[in-house]
């Protein structure tokens, strides 16, 4: 029979990508282990570029994990990578695992962390080795359109639309991404950059399209979300506007095309309207960016 490893990462699409590393990590350390990851259902397409999971538990994220969400008994190994505890220690702590390993029971939380740095430092306090730049899933052949996603989870990371539109219409073959709920922001961008109705795809691509799209595009232009760590995982050029987070904290790793703009205010992530910092940022400089890591 073989020895069961259960990892809990039960947050969003940015959350799993800079968790790839340790991931990996873990599959490295534990080569004889079945692994399963505790993420939710809507990821399921994203877990075999990791080359790392075997298996899934659905748990809904992002937020606290009950531990009635995590249908899973006696594991051998069941490692936290959602966070620094109570919930999600004493949910893992809840399918009885003969080893824990998570901040909280071992190392320090530390502020002020990258987070892909974070996961991989929680594994080496363990002895387990972990490549914090270990996050490709594949490379870009370019071949694909520029992709400008102007949604982000909370509106203080959501650079107005308006200024979206501006860059999306100094841009050649342009595609304007969102999911179902951010298809009004979508529209209006699409509408006031003048492209066609088809040329927005926001509610009509799920998660497998969106990689397949990502994987192949030539430039990505975002906020602080999920999409720009995608654009890191395929090598895709991309330019990222940081609001009330600093890069130092979410961002691309440094070099290899990808530019992350922010003012340097750090904010409420979670605020009800855009952070000032986000809007210091001007047009002209996503664009003059976009230019650059595409030449």
Not at 50 to 68: E, F, S
Not at 104 to 122: A, I, K, S
Request: charge should be negative; hydrophobic fraction near 45%; include cysteine.
């Amino acid at each position: 029979m073989a020895l069961e490893l259960l990892a809990l990462r039960g947050l969003g699409l940015g959350d799993l990508l800079t968790a790839v590393p340790a991931l990996r990590a873990l599959r490295q350390a534990f080569p004889g282990h079945r692994i399963t990851l505790a993420a939710p259902r809507a990821l399921e397409a994203l877990l075999p570029l990791t080359g790392a999971v075997d298996g899934q538990v659905d748990v809904a994220g992002p937020g606290p994990v009950p531990m009635d969400e995590l249908p899973y008994e006696r594991p051998d190994i069941a490692v936290n990578l959602h966070g620094k505890g109570p919930q999600s220690i004493e949910a893992l702590r809840g399918t009885q695992p003969g080893r824990l390993i998570s901040y909280g029971t071992g190392p320090r939380w530390r502020d002020g962390v990258h987070e892909v740095r974070r996961w991989c430092e929680l594994l080496e306090w363990h002895g387990i080795p972990a490549d914090p730049t270990d996050l490709t899933l594949g490379i870009s052949d370019r071949s694909g359109p520029a992709v400008v996603h102007p949604g982000a989870s909370f509106p203080a990371r959501r650079w107005p639309p308006e200024r979206f539109a501006q860059v999306a219409a100094a841009l050649e073959d342009v595609v304007v991404t969102g999911n179902e709920q951010e298809v009004p922001i979508a529209r209006k961008v699409g509408e006031l950059a003048g492209l066609p109705p088809e040329r927005v795809l926001a509610g009509r691509t799920g998660l497998a399209d969106l990689i397949d799209l990502v994987g192949r595009a030539r430039l990505v232009v975002c906020g602080d979300t999920g999409v720009a760590h995608l654009a890191t995982a395929f090598c895709v050029p991309s330019v990222v506007l940081f609001g009330p987070v600093s890069p130092a904290l979410w961002g691309p790793p440094p070099g290899w095309r990808h530019v992350a703009l922010w003012a340097g205010e750090n904010g409420d992530p979670h605020g009800e309207r855009p952070h000032p910092g986000l809007l210091k940022i001007e047009v002209s400089e996503v664009v003059e960016a976009a230019l650059e890591v595409t030449s």
